[in-house]
């Protein structure tokens, strides 16, 4: 498993506004290039050839005649809303708190965490009623198991906080704000190995070009523009 931050906030490519009902852009699966020059054969982003890391937050490949700069949070942020997506609680692994995480909130937010518990379960995140407006966290998602709890069971309640959500898109809202949590962020070195990790779990889900929030995952630059 990547070593996973709750630090500096991901700095990433210029947005593409958010979308809470997130579509597949880009390429079919296993197909890295959809428009203009294509190579002979499909490309995986493990076959790519791995120069380095730019500035903790980018990182470059390189393959026939073009680079290929990968952001590293948006990338792992959309492994981690496929994974999550996929599971919807069957089969998840959990982590349960060695010290479970008490929280104390608003009236409001505390309703709000209520009403989304089996969700949440559904997401590999146990709550339970902790006495009034207080509740308590017992297990996450192993994936996101050295992330900051308090902090991510905030960054669900902002993304619930609309009156009269639909079931369904609830559920993908507490998965995108879950796996911009827990994703890698930027200003964090990443080993080759955790590189060649993330490139192994890019190949293996359906692929878009953008992460949950929009931004491009990855961008090409031809030879003749460098």
């Known amino acids: 498993r990547y070593s996973l931050s709750a630090g500096t906030a991901a700095r990433p490519f210029p947005p593409a506004g958010p979308i809470e009902d997130v579509p597949h852009f880009g390429p079919a699966p296993g197909e890295l290039f959809a428009q203009g020059e294509a190579p002979h054969q499909p490309l995986l982003f493990s076959s790519l050839d791995y120069l380095g890391q730019v500035d903790g937050t980018y990182l470059v490949f390189a393959s026939s005649g073009v680079m290929i700069l990968l952001d590293q949070h948006a990338a792992h942020e959309r492994v981690l809303y496929e994974t999550l997506k996929a599971s919807k609680g069957a089969g998840i692994e ?54 900051d709890v308090r902090a991510l069971v905030r960054e669900i309640l902002d993304g619930i906080s609309d009156s009269g959500i639909p079931r369904d898109e609830k559920r993908n809202r507490i998965f995108i704000r879950m796996a911009c949590r827990g994703a890698i962020k930027a200003n964090q070195p990443l080993t080759d190995e955790e590189v060649k990790r993330l490139c192994r779990d890019l190949d293996g889900i359906p692929f878009a070009s953008n992460c949950p929030h929009g931004r491009p995952v990855f961008i090409e630059l031809p030879a003749a523009v460098i």
């Not at 010290?99 to 409001?108: A, F, K, Q, R």
């Not at 089996?118 to 017992?138: I, M, R, S």
């Open 94 to 147: 959990v982590q349960s708190l060695l010290i479970p995480e008490v929280l104390e909130m608003s009236p409001g937010d505390f309703q709000r965490l209520a009403a989304s518990r089996d969700l949440l379960l559904e997401a590999g995140v146990e709550v339970e009623p902790f006495g009034e407006n207080t509740a308590v966290v017992k297990s996450v998602p192993a994936l996101m198991g050295d992330t």
